[in-house]
């Protein structure tokens, strides 16, 4: 599974970016596709996960971000509103399928005041 991310970039406080997540495979209906972001110094952490069926999201994004996906075009996407300083980090794309995760490259996502 290959995934490739884009839609960085730089944003003011309070506006809105979408990211997408482009992925391989024939079988994309069934991966499991989540978000993950990782800030400078810090770790990665899970922002926001979608199954066939559901989403799941951190506590931090929830209200302001909103994942979904496109089966037909194997994308997934991250609606990313209300931004704020501190959602600036690397964004990461991730698909875990039949026990095995597979990471795209990040995409920065830079908010300013």
């Known amino acids: 599974v290959q995934l490739q991310a884009s839609g960085g970039g730089l944003v003011q406080a309070g506006g809105s970016l979408r990211l997408s997540c482009a992925a391989s495979?024939?079988?994309?209906?069934?991966?499991?596709m989540g978000w993950f972001r990782q800030a400078p110094g810090k770790e990665r952490d899970f922002v926001a996960a979608?199954?066939?069926?559901?989403?799941y999201y951190a506590d931090s994004v929830k209200g302001r971000f909103a994942i979904s996906r496109d089966n037909a075009m194997s994308t997934v996407y991250l609606q990313m509103s209300s931004l704020k300083l501190e959602d600036t980090a690397d964004y990461y794309c991730?698909?875990?399928?039949?026990?095995?995760?597979?990471w795209g490259q990040g995409t920065l996502v830079t908010v300013s005041s």
């Open positions: 495979g024939r079988t994309f209906s069934s991966y499991v």
């Open positions: 979608i199954t066939w069926s559901s989403t």
């Open positions: 991730n698909a875990a399928y039949l026990g095995y995760d597979y």
